[in-house]
């Protein structure tokens, strides 16, 4: 959900987010024909098939990995250009994201106003991680079952469960809320 972060936004060449929950980059990984910078936690150990291609910054490191420096990020650039991209483009698929403290606080207002008139009746925090293994789908039976005038808040990656379902809207404010990363 790389659009969700507000000085990201303003880079037009930034067209999108390849990539789900943090245990499926192996798979994902191999499947990218880019450059892949790790600037957050939940690194596994890269393969060999990418790991020239895996960079790190900030606090982020790991044995065997470039790491970029001082915001010096000429290398990254430098292998993305090198590499071919991706041979054809992808169905466009948006999801919703950026539902940070600025942002809740901007519509404020027309929540309180929601949840006073019995529109929005409660919120559901999913703050956790689902795991990796196939069938642990808790979050998602969770999120299915919850009534449609009930708002979702997600904070963590269980949300990667769901995160791609419509859920709709209670008068414009959406039902799935996504508050940030892990």
């Given at each position: ?29 191999e ?14 150990a890269?393969?060999?098939?990418y790991?020239?291609?895996v ?18 990020f ?52 999913v703050g ?10 808790y ?8 009534p449609n005038?009930c708002?979702?808040?997600?904070l ?27």
């Amino acid at each position: 959900p790389c659009h969700g972060y507000p000085n990201l936004k303003a880079f037009k060449h930034l067209v999108g987010n390849f990539g789900g929950a943090w245990q499926d980059q192996q798979k994902e990984f191999e499947a990218f024909p880019g450059a892949i910078l790790f600037t957050t936690n939940c690194i596994q150990a890269p393969k060999p098939s990418y790991i020239d291609r895996v960079f790190t910054t900030g606090l982020v490191g790991f044995p065997g990995v470039k790491h970029v420096q001082n915001g010096d990020f000429q290398t990254v650039i430098d292998m993305a250009l090198a590499q071919p991209g991706f041979a054809a483009d992808e169905p466009e698929k948006t999801i919703l994201t950026g539902f940070g403290r600025n942002a809740v606080l901007g519509v404020a207002d027309k929540v309180i106003e929601a949840v006073k008139s019995g529109k929005i009746r409660r919120f559901f925090l999913v703050g956790g991680c689902d795991g990796a293994k196939s069938g642990r789908n808790y979050y998602t039976d969770l999120a299915m079952a919850i009534p449609n005038d009930c708002v979702i808040l997600t904070l963590a990656c269980g949300k990667y469960r769901f995160n791609k379902l419509e859920f709709g809207d209670i008068d414009g404010i959406p039902r799935l809320l996504d508050m940030g990363q892990c």
